[in-house]
């Protein structure tokens, strides 16, 4: 009996960053600025113990809302820009409608205080009680009075979306077998089931926030990294170099 011998496929090449650089990549922070405080110290230690390279430190958005120090995490992250250059920021959904209603939208105001934004006002100073007696309206104003400009504008100018070697790092994630020039804002910030329960190649390994698992959701084709922090008191971040991937945690 003849049998036919299957030919093996060659094993894929492991997604590399590339040898010239490190890279930190942190999940949704959402205004727990003691978590980003305590993950940064666990970066630089990890850092130090490897050889040098240039570092670079990803934000992938979602920094303010629902944790109590919404405003002060938006002031530490505009130092850490004055700082360095390495130092990347990605606009999630939370930014997206904080800016708009901290602009004078009360269409978007009336979201922002439905997904957590009541704690980020109260950071700004409006105590909780007040905010939640006020008007879409009164609030949009308030927020238009009261919002450093340097913060709104600061948030404004996140990128969408960075690629390093075989990665790309993104907020919410790509549409499914679209190029990533024609990739909308909406979806970059928004997307879910489309995205999670694709299991093709996206042409890079996706490193992503925005859905939260209770532990880091590692697949072929992405990796989410949002483990709850405003709840859970895990903040998590990836640690990249060359063809190594591992995770630090609060």
Same mark, same amino acid.
């Given at each position: ?31 727990? %600025? ?23 430190? @990803? ?30 920021? @990605? ?45 879409? +309206? ?16 600061? %948030? ?37 089931? +489309? ?16 859905? @939260? ?11 989410? @990294? ?17 063809? +190594? ?6």
């Amino acid at each position: 009996m003849l049998k036919f011998l299957r030919r093996r496929e060659a094993p894929r090449p492991l997604p590399s960053l590339g040898e010239d650089r490190r890279v930190y990549a942190v999940g949704d922070i959402h205004g727990r %600025l003691d978590l980003f405080d305590q993950l940064l110290e666990l970066i630089e230690r990890d850092d130090a113990r490897r050889h040098p390279l240039p570092c670079h430190l @990803i934000l992938l958005g979602d920094l303010v809302d629902r944790g109590p120090h919404s405003a002060q995490m938006v002031e530490r992250a505009m130092a850490l820009q004055d700082v360095t250059e390495k130092v990347h920021f @990605i606009k999630g959904n939370h930014e997206e409608v904080f800016v708009s209603a901290a602009r004078g939208s009360s269409q978007y105001a009336g979201y922002c205080r439905r997904i957590g934004g009541v704690q980020t006002l109260a950071s700004y100073g409006l105590d909780v009680g007040s905010s939640e007696r006020m008007t879409d +309206e009164d609030v949009a104003s308030w927020m238009l009075n009261h919002v450093p400009r340097s913060h709104v504008d600061f %948030l404004d100018r996140f990128e969408d979306m960075l690629t390093m070697g075989d990665y790309l790092f993104v907020h919410a994630g790509i549409r499914p077998g679209l190029p990533l020039q024609a990739q909308t804002a909406a979806d970059l910030h928004w997307i879910r089931s +489309e995205f999670l329960n694709h299991r093709g190649d996206h042409g890079y390994v996706v490193v992503h926030g925005h859905s @939260i698992r209770a532990k880091v959701d590692e697949k072929p084709n992405r990796i989410g @990294i949002d483990t709850g922090a405003w709840s859970s008191g895990k903040l998590t971040a990836i640690g990249l170099q060359g063809t +190594e991937r591992w995770f630090l945690q609060t």
